[in-house]
C-alpha cells in the first residue's frame, strides 16, 4: 500500500498561482502512476492530471492544459502539481491518487487516494 498526504491548498484570488503537494509513503513510490482528481460542491470528483512513473508521460484535462503542471520526484516521493492562472471555477478539494498503470484520466485505474486539500478561488 502507499498512503499520501496532500498540501498547500489555500484560499487565492483569481490569477493566481498555487502549488499543490502530495507526500506518499509506504511501498516504493517509483512503481505508480500518480494523478490529481478534484471535486467541486455538488459535483462529481475529475481529473485533472497524470504522470506516469518515471516523469515523462503527462495526461492533463482539457480545462486545464497549460494552466497547470504536474510533476514528480521519485528521490522525495512526491508529487506536485503548479497551477497558474487560476479562475473561481477551479475552486475544489483536490486529491491525490495512485495506481499501478498510467497516467490515465479514469478514477477506476488509481487504487490508492489522499485526504484530499481545499482550493478556493475567489472572483
Known amino acids: 500500500q502507499v498512503q499520501m498526504v496532500e498540501s498547500g491548498g489555500g484560499l487565492v484570488q483569481a490569477g493566481a498561482s498555487l502549488s499543490l503537494t502530495c507526500a506518499a509513503s509506504?511501498?516504493?513510490?517509483?512503481?505508480?502512476?500518480m494523478a490529481w482528481f478534484r471535486q467541486a460542491p455538488g459535483k462529481e470528483r475529475e481529473f485533472v492530471a497524470a504522470?506516469?512513473?518515471?516523469?515523462?508521460?503527462?495526461n492533463y484535462a482539457d480545462v486545464v492544459k497549460g494552466r497547470f503542471t504536474i510533476s514528480r520526484d521519485n528521490a522525495k516521493s512526491t508529487v506536485y502539481l503548479q497551477m497558474s492562472s487560476l479562475k473561481p471555477e477551479d475552486t475544489a478539494v483536490y486529491y491525490c491518487?495512485?495506481?499501478?498503470?498510467?497516467?490515465?484520466?479514469?478514477?477506476?485505474?488509481?487504487?490508492?487516494w489522499g485526504q484530499g486539500t481545499q482550493v478556493t478561488v475567489s472572483s
Open positions: 491518487a495512485a495506481g499501478i498503470t498510467g497516467p490515465f484520466s479514469y478514477q477506476g485505474y488509481y487504487q490508492y
Open positions: 509506504g511501498r516504493p513510490f517509483s512503481v505508480y502512476a
Open positions: 504522470i506516469g512513473r518515471n516523469g515523462t508521460d503527462t
